[in-house]
């Protein structure tokens, strides 16, 4: 067991990255007060336009993650001018953004069936990975990986330390009173939707470039719903949120192992699992019901209208 | 030298709005350190006024003049930057957010919580408003949000300041409090726009007044030169009503009793009960007293049944009804006046005679379990004559009705149902001075037929006219009923302060000595 220890560790990180990039996008999105559901439509559609772009442009993820963070800013924009300026219902809003990320992806796709793409080598960070056992799995990853980590720190220092994090929390909060005194709230609110649909956009790009570099249909695979859950359960917190994802890429790259030790369970309930072990334990730790209060942003799912 | 120029100086605003004019041509002006007040009624166009000098709403004409200078104000950083703080009436703060970081937004500097909450500090201990900057906004009692706001316009230096209706939830040593800080603050240079629609406290605390009704300006007094009377003839256009509460002469036997009820509160910004007991009988109204957010809304919630509490804790004409649902109270004889008069008095969108179904189905409204309609419209109709109610008839939308006709309407369907109790909260909150005074006496008339009447109110004022006993409910406990006769505001404010248990002293801010 040992000796796949580092292999796993390694895999949970690569596993966890798609959803901390998209699940740090709507936790912004829903502090400012906004629930996307289109997550996972957002990550389709950055899937097919990373991979498209890196596909015909030759130059791979360094320009496939741009195109995927671009495209899926777009499709939020366009939910964040029906639910935000429109005031329409968000459930819906993101519920057709979903539908429809899913048809484009797939319409899109046809192109692509075939082609595979090559890739990312893992870079090896000078000693760290020198450590024994945990050093090769936590330190020799792509780079997409440790940007996920500088994407977690730069999203938990503002919304801790900075105005702006104070002001998206104040908006989610309050949205009358953020008004009352001043504050744009319709442009902070598409500031955090456009955001959260950029970050869908590169979990999407990650999956389809990096981490299985060929074009599947469907190919986030529920994760986009995943990470809307993980934010909830995460109550809302950055970091509770990193633990939900790594949680869910450690039980992942579990049962890929356990598939292939040929344990005799049915292959489809295996796979079920990260998803079914994820969610049991975020409701568990997310009991406190004064605790997700506590933390709710009270306009949540509410349009505003100055 | 030239007289001194007015800070703000306003001419001809006017406003309209699809269905009313808020303001109709209003000027007024006001001296730096002057204090200056707007009188009127809810509806005559004060806060309109107020959010156009905060730039919160565009008028549609007239001018504003700013230490002289013409000024157009865009939005309300804008006034800020010119040197105007506002105090809402309805708070703008951020329940989750600490008070610093509350004040923090509003601020236009670096960003720096560590430093500012020490000028909170200062700036707060200066004026007599002691507050810890590091207290989330929801763990505040309502006069602490008070000083939040009031804290958060001072450190703005503020050349104007504007405070909507301030004392509406403050205790009578809580409003002396802040009159000596407005009246340190106007010493200092500081002109102050203040709102209100209580003649004492303007004519105590203001230099001068404009009055307004209607959204137009009926007169401009110096306060301390009127008597109550002649201000409130200007600001609702007649005598101020007076109701009288006759002698009780029948039976006297308990019909709510309230023994040892405890309740735990699972809204974490609410407030849990602890022990609270109570006798109301037949024929007289007991008050509660006290400050909103005290467990008010854990009380009604408990007595009105929506939520069921220990068999034995309340008591109806003798019976133990705690474990029962509302339902099942009304049936018994229980009526309740929730505060919020649309979505839980009545359903907006629906038309009277519908809304009288909600809790009149009891009066034969039903056939083999079909709706009377006939019947539900009879009853409605008879309702809008008794009551007065001012309406197009029953088919009219209960949203389409003033604050006051549908507070007559709401608690005549209740009278109508022939009650043994009615459970009232806010009886008059947002209703004009007219109506306010027809459903005081309504209640008076009501408790002198037999019936028990509890009412749950923030204006002490108005307990005081209408209770034969009042109790005050502060952090959950209710203190022992006093009579009216000896009651008076001064202890039943302290009372309010949450001093009638130990500790808590947190309203006032002084410990008892």
Same mark, same amino acid.
């Given at each position: 067991?040992?000796?796949?220890?580092?292999?796993?560790?390694?895999?949970?990180?690569?596993?966890?990255?798609?959803?901390?990039?998209?699940?740090?996008?709507?936790?912004?999105? @829903?502090?400012?007060?906004?629930?996307?559901?289109?997550?996972?439509?957002?990550?389709?559609?950055?899937?097919?336009?990373?991979?498209?772009?890196?596909?015909?442009?030759?130059?791979?993820?360094?320009?496939?993650?741009?195109?995927?963070?671009?495209?899926?800013? *777009?499709?939020?924009?366009?939910?964040?001018?029906?639910?935000?300026?429109?005031?329409?219902?968000?459930?819906?809003?993101?519920?057709?953004?979903?539908?429809?990320?899913?048809?484009?992806?797939?319409?899109?796709?046809?192109?692509?069936?075939?082609?595979?793409?090559?890739?990312?080598?893992?870079?090896? $960070?000078?000693?760290?990975?020198?450590?024994?056992?945990?050093?090769?799995?936590?330190?020799?990853?792509?780079?997409?990986?440790?940007?996920?980590?500088?994407?977690?720190?730069?999203?938990?220092?503002?919304?801790?330390?900075?105005?702006?994090?104070?002001?998206?929390?104040?908006?989610? =909060?309050?949205?009358?009173?953020?008004?009352?005194?001043?504050?744009?709230?319709?442009?902070?609110?598409?500031?955090?939707?456009?955001?959260?649909?950029?970050?869908?956009?590169?979990?999407?790009?990650?999956?389809?470039?990096?981490?299985?570099?060929?074009?599947?249909?469907?190919?986030?695979?529920?994760?986009?719903?995943?990470?809307?859950?993980?934010?909830?359960?995460?109550?809302?917190?950055?970091?509770?949120?990193?633990?939900?994802?790594?949680?869910?890429?450690?039980?992942?790259?579990?049962?890929?192992?356990?598939?292939?030790?040929?344990?005799?369970?049915?292959?489809?309930?295996?796979?079920?699992?990260?998803?079914?072990?994820?969610?049991?334990?975020?409701?568990?730790?997310? &009991?406190?019901?004064?605790?997700?209060?506590?933390?709710?942003?009270?306009?949540?799912?509410?349009?505003?209208?100055? | 030298?030239?007289?001194?120029?007015?800070?703000?100086?306003?001419?001809?605003?006017?406003?309209?709005?699809?269905?009313?004019?808020?303001?109709?041509?209003?000027?007024?002006?006001?001296?730096?350190? =002057?204090?200056?007040?707007?009188?009127?009624?809810?509806?005559?166009?004060?806060?309109?006024?107020?959010?156009?000098?905060?730039?919160?709403?565009?008028?549609?004409?007239?001018?504003?003049?700013?230490?002289?200078?013409?000024?157009?104000?865009?939005?309300?950083?804008?006034?800020?930057?010119?040197?105007?703080?506002?105090?809402?009436?309805?708070?703008?703060?951020?329940?989750?957010?600490?008070?610093?970081?509350?004040?923090?937004?509003?601020?236009?500097?670096?960003?720096?919580? *560590?430093?500012?909450?020490?000028?909170?500090?200062?700036?707060?201990?200066?004026?007599?408003?002691?507050?810890?900057?590091?207290?989330?906004?929801?763990?505040?009692?309502?006069?602490?949000?008070?000083?939040?706001?009031?804290? &958060?316009?001072?450190?703005?230096?503020?050349?104007?300041?504007?405070?909507?209706?301030?004392?509406?939830?403050?205790?009578?040593?809580?409003?002396?409090?802040?009159?000596?800080?407005?009246?340190?603050?106007?010493?200092?240079?500081?002109?102050?726009?203040?709102?209100?629609?209580?003649?004492?406290?303007?004519?105590?605390?203001?230099?001068?007044?404009?009055?307004?009704?209607?959204?137009?300006?009926?007169?401009?007094?110096?306060?301390?030169?009127?008597?109550?009377?002649?201000?409130?003839?200007?600001?609702?256009?007649?005598?101020?009503?007076?109701?009288?509460?006759?002698?009780?002469?029948?039976?006297?036997?308990?019909?709510?009793?309230?023994?040892?009820?405890?309740?735990?509160?699972?809204?974490?910004?609410?407030?849990?009960?602890?022990?609270?007991?109570?006798?109301?009988?037949?024929?007289?109204?007991?008050?509660?007293?006290?400050?909103?957010?005290?467990?008010?809304?854990?009380?009604?919630?408990?007595?009105?049944? @929506?939520?069921?509490?220990?068999?034995?804790?309340?008591?109806?004409?003798?019976?133990?009804?705690?474990?029962?649902?509302?339902?099942?109270?009304?049936?018994?004889?229980?009526?309740?006046?929730?505060?919020?008069?649309?979505?839980?008095?009545?359903?907006?969108?629906?038309?009277?005679?519908?809304?009288?179904?909600?809790?009149?189905?009891?009066?034969?409204?039903?056939?083999?379990?079909?709706?009377?309609? *006939?019947? *539900?419209?009879?009853?409605?109709?008879?309702?809008?004559?008794?009551?007065?109610?001012?309406?197009?008839?029953?088919?009219?939308?209960?949203?389409?009705?003033?604050?006051?006709?549908?507070?007559?309407?709401?608690?005549?369907?209740?009278?109508?149902?022939?009650?043994?109790?009615?459970?009232?909260?806010?009886?008059?909150?947002?209703?004009?001075?007219?109506?306010?005074?027809?459903?005081?006496?309504?209640?008076?008339?009501?408790?002198?037929?037999?019936?028990? $009447?509890?009412?749950?109110? @923030?204006?002490? @004022?108005?307990?005081?006219?209408?209770?034969?006993?009042?109790?005050?409910?502060?952090?959950?406990?209710?203190?022992?009923?006093?009579?009216?006769?000896?009651?008076?505001?001064?202890?039943?404010?302290?009372?309010?302060?949450?001093?009638?248990?130990?500790?808590?002293?947190?309203?006032?801010?002084?410990?008892?000595?």
């Amino acid at each position: 067991m040992l000796d796949y220890l580092p292999l796993i560790l390694a895999g949970t990180l690569a596993a966890a990255t798609p959803l901390i990039f998209a699940g740090l996008g709507e936790l912004v999105a @829903e502090r400012s007060g906004v629930i996307n559901l289109g997550v996972e439509g957002m990550m389709l559609i950055g899937a097919i336009a990373g991979f498209a772009a890196a596909a015909e442009t030759g130059h791979g993820v360094a320009i496939g993650l741009p195109a995927g963070a671009l495209a899926g800013a *777009a499709a939020a924009a366009v939910f964040g001018f029906f639910a935000l300026s429109l005031a329409a219902n968000q459930a819906a809003c993101g519920l057709a953004l979903t539908i429809f990320g899913i048809g484009l992806s797939a319409f899109i796709g046809q192109h692509y069936v075939s082609y595979s793409l090559p890739g990312l080598q893992p870079i090896a $960070i000078p000693l760290l990975s020198d450590i024994p056992l945990l050093g090769p799995a936590l330190f020799k990853q792509d780079w997409v990986v440790y940007l996920s980590l500088v994407a977690f720190a730069l999203v938990a220092w503002t919304l801790a330390k900075t105005r702006l994090g104070l002001l998206l929390k104040a908006v989610g =909060e309050a949205p009358d009173a953020a008004h009352a005194i001043g504050y744009p709230v319709i442009a902070i609110r598409y500031g955090a939707v456009i955001f959260g649909g950029a970050m869908a956009g590169i979990a999407g790009a990650y999956l389809s470039t990096v981490y299985t570099p060929l074009w599947v249909q469907n190919m986030s695979a529920g994760r986009g719903w995943i990470a809307v859950a993980l934010v909830v359960f995460a109550t809302w917190k950055p970091t509770r949120l990193m633990l939900g994802a790594y949680l869910f890429g450690f039980v992942t790259i579990l049962q890929f192992h356990a598939q292939g030790l040929g344990i005799e369970v049915p292959v489809q309930l295996l796979a079920a699992l990260p998803y079914l072990a994820t969610i049991v334990v975020l409701v568990l730790i997310s &009991r406190d019901r004064k605790l997700l209060q506590l933390n709710l942003p009270a306009s949540l799912g509410k349009p505003f209208l100055p | 030298m030239s007289p001194p120029e007015p800070r703000l100086k306003l001419l001809h605003i006017s406003k309209r709005y699809p269905s009313v004019v808020a303001n109709d041509d209003v000027s007024l002006s006001v001296m730096p350190g =002057e204090i200056h007040a707007i009188l009127g009624e809810n509806g005559a166009g004060k806060s309109t006024l107020m959010k156009i000098i905060y730039g919160a709403v565009k008028a549609d004409s007239g001018e504003m003049l700013w230490d002289g200078r013409q000024v157009t104000i865009a939005n309300p950083a804008q006034a800020r930057k010119l040197g105007i703080g506002m105090v809402f009436q309805h708070f703008s703060l951020f329940e989750t957010l600490s008070v610093v970081e509350n004040i923090a937004l509003v601020l236009d500097e670096p960003f720096d919580l *560590a430093g500012l909450a020490i000028r909170v500090k200062e700036v707060s201990e200066r004026y007599g408003l002691p507050l810890d900057p590091h207290r989330r906004v929801h763990s505040l009692s309502v006069g602490e949000r008070q000083r939040v706001e009031i804290v &958060r316009c001072l450190l703005q230096d503020p050349k104007l300041l504007i405070l909507d209706e301030p004392t509406s939830v403050l205790t009578p040593q809580a409003v002396q409090k802040l009159f000596e800080t407005l009246r340190r603050l106007a010493s200092e240079g500081v002109s102050i726009l203040y709102i209100s629609h209580k003649l004492h406290e303007i004519k105590s605390l203001c230099d001068s007044a404009t009055i307004m009704r209607g959204g137009k300006v009926t007169g401009d007094a110096i306060p301390r030169d009127e008597t109550p009377a002649t201000l409130a003839r200007m600001m609702i256009g007649r005598e101020l009503p007076v109701c009288e509460a006759p002698p009780y002469h029948g039976p006297v036997h308990p019909v709510l009793q309230v023994e040892r009820l405890s309740l735990a509160s699972d809204d974490p910004f609410g407030t849990s009960l602890h022990n609270v007991s109570l006798t109301v009988n037949a024929g007289e109204i007991v008050g509660i007293a006290g400050i909103s957010g005290n467990g008010q809304a854990e009380l009604l919630a408990a007595l009105s049944g @929506e939520t069921t509490v220990d068999r034995e804790a309340v008591w109806l004409a003798g019976e133990a009804i705690g474990h029962l649902d509302a339902g099942r109270r009304r049936d018994r004889g229980l009526v309740f006046v929730p505060e919020e008069r649309l979505g839980r008095g009545a359903v907006p969108a629906l038309p009277l005679d519908r809304n009288a179904l909600l809790t009149g189905h009891r009066q034969g409204m039903k056939r083999w379990g079909l709706v009377a309609f *006939a019947k *539900a419209q009879a009853f409605a109709e008879q309702c809008i004559a008794r009551f007065d109610v001012r309406c197009s008839g029953p088919g009219a939308a209960a949203r389409s009705l003033s604050g006051g006709n549908l507070q007559k309407f709401i608690v005549g369907r209740e009278i109508m149902l022939a009650p043994k109790l009615m459970i009232v909260a806010q009886p008059t909150w947002g209703v004009d001075v007219g109506a306010s005074a027809f459903l005081r006496q309504t209640l008076l008339d009501l408790s002198r037929t037999g019936v028990a $009447i509890l009412v749950i109110s @923030e204006e002490l @004022e108005e307990l005081f006219e209408i209770s034969d006993r009042i109790a005050v409910l502060a952090a959950g406990r209710l203190s022992a009923p006093q009579p009216r006769e000896q009651a008076d505001a001064e202890s039943v404010g302290l009372q309010m302060a949450g001093l009638f248990n130990e500790g808590n002293a947190a309203e006032t801010g002084h410990a008892p000595a």
